[in-house]
């Protein structure tokens, strides 16, 4: 393209050249002289070899790069595809461990500079914001109880509903909560002495296998409390079985009332004393029955007496 605007740009000038010169030989070319013209020639075919060569080159490269995206697509084709648990821990492949290797080994085992997966990193920063609102609630704006005053609004229900079952209940009196009974109680806990504790501690109470219950002397303590304990649990080791699978907790009232109301009776053959003296601080009056017949006929009477 450049020759030919060469040439046309040297056409006025050979036209008067020829004009003047007549039938004279010419030395130029297109109104450049053979050397300039050859020259220039020469440089231009230099540059189309040049830029057939650089467009060989480009295609070869853009050969190459297809190959590689094409064995890129078929790898990524054939690999397994990450499932949610990969991509919720972030495992990093068996081949790419070198990169983070610490080159720390400890027998075996290397140290990698692994970070934290995504679950433990949502998990602490959900923490924190828990963490902040309740801060805010129970010790900045006290829109909610803390946790002293939720174990004290709890109590205050459980003491609640404990004074209400106790109420219902007909069987509430237990070894902290039990009191001497009336003479019926005291009557109603003498059969049940003769039925089940006359063969060790005799029918007076003058002791035979078991301790006389009659004297001053005790061997897990004369208060009426204690005596429930002692009935209820019962001595293993002394073979005192504990009662408190076959007779109810009124019945066993009924019998340590029982118990306490023979005390200084003085049965004839007493066994010998045993244990430690106990002196009762100040034994309380005996209700009259009437007390208990206003109340409930029978067991029920004499439980509400207990709680009492």
């Not at 002289?33 to 070869?60: C, H, P, R, S």
Request: include cysteine.
């Amino acid at each position: 393209m450049l020759l030919v605007l060469l040439s046309l740009l040297g056409s006025p000038a050979m036209a008067q050249d020829a004009a003047e010169a007549g039938a004279a030989v010419s030395t130029t070319i297109g109104g450049l002289d053979k050397t300039t013209f050859y020259f220039l020639t020469g440089v231009l075919f230099l540059e189309v070899i040049a830029i057939l060569y650089l467009l060989y080159n480009l295609q070869l490269l853009i050969r190459a790069e297809k190959a590689k995206s094409a064995e890129a697509i078929a790898a990524a084709a054939k690999a397994p595809k990450e499932n949610w648990w990969t991509k919720l821990n972030k495992f990093r492949p068996v081949e790419q461990e070198a990169d983070i290797d610490l080159g720390h080994d400890y027998d075996g085992i290397r140290e990698l500079d692994n970070k934290l997966p995504p679950w433990w990193l949502y998990g602490f920063y959900l923490c924190i914001l828990f963490a902040a609102v309740y801060l805010w609630r129970f010790h900045v704006s006290h829109t909610g109880p803390s946790s002293k005053e939720e174990f004290q609004i709890a109590m205050a229900k459980a003491d609640k509903e404990k004074e209400e079952f106790l109420k219902k209940s007909a069987s509430n009196v237990d070894e902290n909560t039990v009191v001497m009974l009336d003479a019926s109680g005291i009557a109603a806990g003498q059969a049940t002495y003769i039925t089940n504790c006359a063969a060790c501690h005799g029918k007076l109470g003058e002791g035979t296998v078991g301790p006389n219950l009659t004297d001053d002397y005790w061997l897990h303590g004369g208060k009426i409390n204690d005596i429930f304990k002692t009935i209820k649990y019962g001595v293993p080791e002394k073979g005192m079985r504990a009662w408190q699978e076959d007779l109810s907790p009124v019945k066993i009232a009924q019998v340590a009332s029982f118990i306490k109301s023979i005390h200084g009776t003085n049965p004839p053959n007493p066994k010998e004393k045993q244990g430690e003296p106990y002196t009762e601080e100040a034994a309380p009056a005996a209700k009259p029955a009437a007390d208990s017949a206003a109340t409930a006929p029978g067991d029920s009477a004499m439980v509400t007496k207990a709680a009492q």
